[in-house]
């Protein structure tokens, strides 16, 4: 058995886009505008603010108010953080088989502390997660791997030993720069990242159900 099973957040343990999607359609509300279809916003909120921003409003960091576009997003986005927001199908019953296994779990995640502290004290997980590793906790967010060896200390397991599960290429780019071995969730937002197979990822699901298996086989 691995030393622990560490997930991203946005996409991977919790579908965050309906939340998100609508902190965007406030801001363009803002804006006079119509709302964006989830259908077009989803493949993006692996990708956080910025995504979100490109996919809504056609807006890259150059744009001259994007810092402060960025940020009216993030106040809608305080403001109804938990609202729809649910953890994936599966993810509960694989949380419960780990915690019986004395398998460690805990999150990785390029989303703000402010967020994902709440996020995941509203969600019911923050007491339950060995680790809690936010995309400002350590010096570089993924797909660097300070935030994948910050996890392993504050839990207590070997980035050799773990498993990280992701949704997004920069997911797998981490784990791997950090030694651990990789699940791709295919069941995930996936962004625009290219296709899923090219990722070099050690594994991939199509259910969250079915990464126990791989855990159980390691």
Known sequence: MPDAVLFDLDGTFADTAPDLGAALNHLRA????????????????????????????????????YTDYYQRFLTHYQQALCTHTVVFPGIDALVQTLEAEGIAW???????????????????????????????SSPRAKPYAHPMHLACSL???R????????????????GKAAGMTTIAAAYGYLGDSGPID?????????????????????
Not at 34 to 59: H, I, N
Not at 198 to 218: L, M, N, P
């Open 30 to 65: 803002d804006l006079d505008l119509e709302p964006v279809s989830m259908e077009k916003l989803r493949p993006f909120v692996s990708q956080g603010v910025r995504g979100m921003l490109r996919a809504g409003l056609d807006m890259l960091p150059d744009h001259p108010d």
């Open 106 to 136: 805990g999150i990785i995640t390029n989303k703000s502390q402010r967020f994902t502290l709440p996020l995941m004290d509203a969600l019911g997980y923050a007491r339950r997660a060995a680790c809690i590793v936010s995309g400002d």
């Open 155 to 157: 839990a207590g397991c």
């Open 159 to 174: 980035a050799t030993a773990s498993i990280y599960v992701g949704d997004d290429l920069r997911d797998i780019q981490a």
């Open 198 to 218: 090219q990722w070099g990822a050690t594994h991939r699901v199509e259910h969250a159900k079915d990464i126990f298996d791989i855990v159980s086989g390691y």
